[in-house]
């Protein structure tokens, strides 16, 4: 079964969530915003962290990628529609109260489709524009796990008046990509509590009473 761990840190009140293998003892850490000590605590005492894996590239989301790359090593994927917002990371953060931050150096792609592997768990990459031009959900079927960053929220969606944001994309996308993935697929979003597909299908106020 797959590890999840969750540390909800800086002052967005961001989840930052802990992936791993108890078995091999890999882990992934999903959307970093900060606070960088307790984040390194999720992965205590049986984890190690070897990838940092981000939704999208707002500040609250990365803000803490370059801090635990360089204490951990891991490597950083993103999708590439969401690269301006890591090149402006340091002068976002700072206008947001961060602090001094560098930009952390991208290892590689998120793109659709593409595979994520925390030790022997397999994960899928789902590209879900709208809250951001790169915004991407994380997809792990055996365990029937779904990270939606700032997607889809318990009775919510994510905002779609951020640059490169697009409500109608946004509703497509939790609608054609996410709601097919079964009633009974739990999610784990960048804000607030966890929640089951099924129930945002039916009463979600944004999206909710949609077909399959």
Same mark, same amino acid.
């Given at each position: ?37 307790r ?46 917002? *890591? =090149?402006?990371? !340091? ?7 961060? %602090? $001094?931050? @560098?930009?952390?150096?991208?290892s ?8 994520v ?16 031009p790169?915004?991407v959900?994380?997809?792990?079927p ?26 109608a ?15 009974d *697929? =739990?999610?784990? !979003? ?7 597909? %099924? $129930?945002? @299908? ?11």
């Amino acid at each position: 079964m797959l590890t999840i761990r969750q540390a909800v840190v800086g002052p967005f009140a961001e989840n930052t969530w802990l992936v791993g293998d108890g078995e091999t003892g890999d882990a992934a850490v999903i959307d970093p915003g900060g606070e960088t000590a307790r984040v390194l605590g999720l992965a205590q005492p049986d984890l190690r962290i070897g990838q940092v894996l981000a939704t999208h590239g707002h500040v609250d989301h990365i803000v803490g990628v370059d801090e635990l790359r360089r204490r951990t090593g891991a490597t950083f994927r993103i999708h590439p529609g969401d690269a301006p917002f *890591v =090149r402006a990371l !340091p002068s976002q953060a700072a206008g947001m109260g961060f %602090g $001094e931050v @560098r930009t952390p150096e991208v290892s590689g792609p998120l793109a659709d489709g593409d595979v994520v592997r925390v030790g022997g768990h397999e994960g899928m990459v789902i590209h879900t524009p709208g809250h951001s031009p790169g915004s991407v959900c994380l997809w792990f079927p055996a365990d029937k796990a779904l990270f939606t960053g700032d997607t889809l929220f318990v009775g919510s969606v994510g905002r779609s008046d951020f640059p490169g944001g697009n409500s109608a994309e946004l509703v497509r996308s939790i609608r054609e990509k996410l709601f097919p993935l079964g009633d009974d *697929v =739990r999610f784990f !979003p960048g804000h607030g509590p966890a929640g089951t597909i %099924g $129930e945002e @299908r039916r009463s979600n106020p944004f999206v909710g009473g949609a077909e399959l």
